[in-house]
């Protein structure tokens, strides 16, 4: 049980050090963006050398920044979202379950309408002491089935007959770093997975983003500290200076509600296994509630219109769900498993085993967990 009042002593002996620090370090990075903002070289100066940490490119000025206007009706967006319960081993047989939730908003001058569905798939295993039940292993499944939850209903959507400007939107990046943790055989097969989800959506010209809310990346604060070490590798690894701000830090300093940033492209080193066009670029908007990132592929990053209607429908769908997305909050609603949704699989679970052989059991510790005395 956390001792509140020990917690509020030792908030009390760290605030003002860290209050004051931050201050500091956000200082020291408006001086230098001040000095970079309306550099035309900058990027090439940058991309003429090899960095040790992750600097994107783009093109024009790195402070560049542009209104976004007002999306038209009709519209129409499509939302997908997944969850899991992973396998647990204080729980009966070696399998795991994945929803994958999707909300379908359309926008008429006249008339609106929503679709919601979930889809819950179940993922037996053969060996409970495989590698194939692992958190990430999960998580990455649970990427592709939303990819493919995607294409499958915004081909529907198409093949309908639908002529209403349509995106979709995902929650989280379109980076799939995640697979470097796994070995290189399961990192093919996931991003080639990804890579087929992905090229359907381009074949089909369906404009798609991952959206990012408070994101955590430090690619422009990389920069910033380039910079401030004059362009110099060995004083840049010495240099922590900057280390407690966020990119959304340094976009605080130029965006204003309603804005977005240049079109960056993304240098992360799991993006050079992406095919060409399916690159993944990015941006900064900032939605009146906070800051937040949206990655798209290359194909959309090339075509001005599509960029700018992306980021209308986004800053559109933040603002009805006041912060943040309404497309992906329902979406998200549809896809979460609550504590009831999981003590009702393994109840389903212990049912079926039963039904056959009797053989299901659980540990001790999870018997024990559920009684919770008082």
């Given at each position: 049980?956390?001792?509140h009042q020990e917690?509020?002593?030792?908030?009390?002996?760290?605030?003002?050090?860290?209050?004051?620090?931050?201050?500091?370090?956000?200082?020291?990075?408006?001086?230098?963006?001040?000095?970079?903002?309306?550099?035309?070289?900058?990027?090439?100066?940058?991309?003429?050398?090899?960095?040790?940490?992750?600097?994107?490119?783009?093109?024009?000025?790195?402070?560049?920044?542009?209104?976004?206007?007002?999306?038209?009706?009709?519209?129409?967006?499509?939302?997908?979202?997944?969850?899991?319960?992973?396998?647990?081993?204080?729980?009966?047989?070696?399998?795991?379950?994945?929803?994958?939730?999707?909300?379908?908003?359309?926008?008429?001058?006249?008339?609106?309408?929503?679709?919601?569905?979930?889809?819950p798939l179940v993922?037996?295993?053969?060996?409970?002491?495989?590698?194939?039940?692992?958190?990430?292993?999960?998580?990455?499944?649970?990427?592709?089935?939303?990819?493919?939850?995607?294409?499958?209903?915004?081909?529907?959507?198409?093949?309908?007959?639908?002529?209403?400007?349509?995106?979709?939107?995902?929650?989280?990046?379109?980076?799939?770093?995640?697979?470097?943790?796994?070995?290189?055989?399961?990192?093919?097969?996931?991003?080639?997975?990804?890579?087929?989800?992905?090229?359907?959506?381009?074949?089909?010209?369906?404009?798609?983003?991952?959206?990012?809310?408070?994101?955590?990346?430090?690619?422009?604060?990389?920069?910033?500290?380039?910079?401030?070490?004059?362009?110099?590798?060995?004083?840049?690894?010495?240099?922590?200076?900057?280390?407690?701000?966020?990119?959304?830090?340094?976009?605080?300093?130029?965006?204003?509600?309603?804005?977005?940033?240049?079109?960056?492209?993304?240098?992360?080193?799991?993006?050079?296994?992406?095919?060409?066009?399916?690159?993944?670029?990015?941006?900064?908007?900032?939605?009146?509630?906070?800051?937040?990132?949206?990655?798209?592929?290359?194909?959309?990053?090339?075509?001005?219109?599509?960029?700018?209607?992306?980021?209308?429908?986004?800053?559109?769908?933040?603002?009805?769900?006041?912060?943040?997305?309404?497309?992906?909050?329902?979406?998200?609603?549809?896809?979460?498993?609550?504590?009831?949704?999981?003590?009702?699989?393994?109840?389903?679970?212990?049912?079926?085993?039963?039904?056959?052989?009797?053989?299901?059991?659980?540990?001790?510790?999870?018997?024990?967990?559920?009684?919770?005395?008082?």
């Amino acid at each position: 049980m956390l001792n509140h009042q020990e917690l509020v002593a030792q908030l009390d002996k760290v605030s003002k050090d860290l209050c004051v620090k931050f201050a500091r370090q956000k200082d020291i990075a408006r001086q230098v963006w001040d000095s970079i903002k309306d550099d035309q070289e900058l990027c090439k100066k940058l991309q003429s050398r090899k960095w040790s940490m992750l600097v994107p490119s783009w093109n024009g000025l790195i402070g560049f920044y542009k209104n976004i206007e007002s999306v038209s009706l009709p519209y129409a967006v499509l939302a997908v979202d997944g969850s899991q319960i992973y396998y647990d081993k204080h729980q009966g047989p070696a399998c795991y379950l994945i929803n994958v939730g999707s909300v379908l908003l359309r926008y008429g001058s006249v008339k609106s309408s929503v679709e919601m569905s979930s889809q819950p798939l179940v993922i037996v295993s053969s060996d409970s002491d495989s590698g194939s039940q692992t958190a990430e292993v999960v998580n990455s499944q649970r990427e592709e089935f939303e990819l493919k939850a995607a294409v499958e209903k915004s081909t529907k959507f198409l093949n309908d007959g639908h002529e209403t400007p349509f995106i979709c939107l995902f929650d989280g990046t379109l980076i799939f770093s995640n697979v470097d943790v796994q070995g290189s055989d399961e990192k093919q097969n996931f991003l080639q997975s990804y890579f087929q989800q992905l090229h359907e959506l381009s074949e089909k010209k369906i404009v798609h983003a991952g959206y990012i809310s408070f994101p955590r990346a430090k690619e422009l604060v990389n920069v910033l500290k380039i910079v401030l070490s004059q362009y110099d590798e060995n004083n840049v690894q010495g240099l922590s200076v900057l280390d407690g701000l966020t990119d959304m830090d340094v976009a605080s300093y130029f965006l204003k509600p309603g804005q977005r940033s240049t079109v960056f492209q993304s240098k992360s080193p799991v993006v050079y296994a992406y095919p060409k066009h399916l690159k993944p670029y990015f941006c900064y908007m900032h939605v009146g509630f906070e800051i937040v990132r949206l990655e798209f592929p290359q194909w959309i990053a090339c075509d001005q219109n599509l960029v700018d209607f992306m980021c209308s429908v986004a800053l559109d769908q933040a603002q009805k769900g006041k912060g943040y997305p309404v497309c992906l909050f329902e979406a998200h609603e549809q896809a979460v498993i609550k504590a009831m949704d999981r003590e009702f699989f393994y109840i389903m679970i212990q049912k079926m085993t039963q039904k056959y052989d009797g053989s299901y059991q659980s540990s001790c510790k999870s018997m024990k967990k559920a009684q919770v005395p008082m």
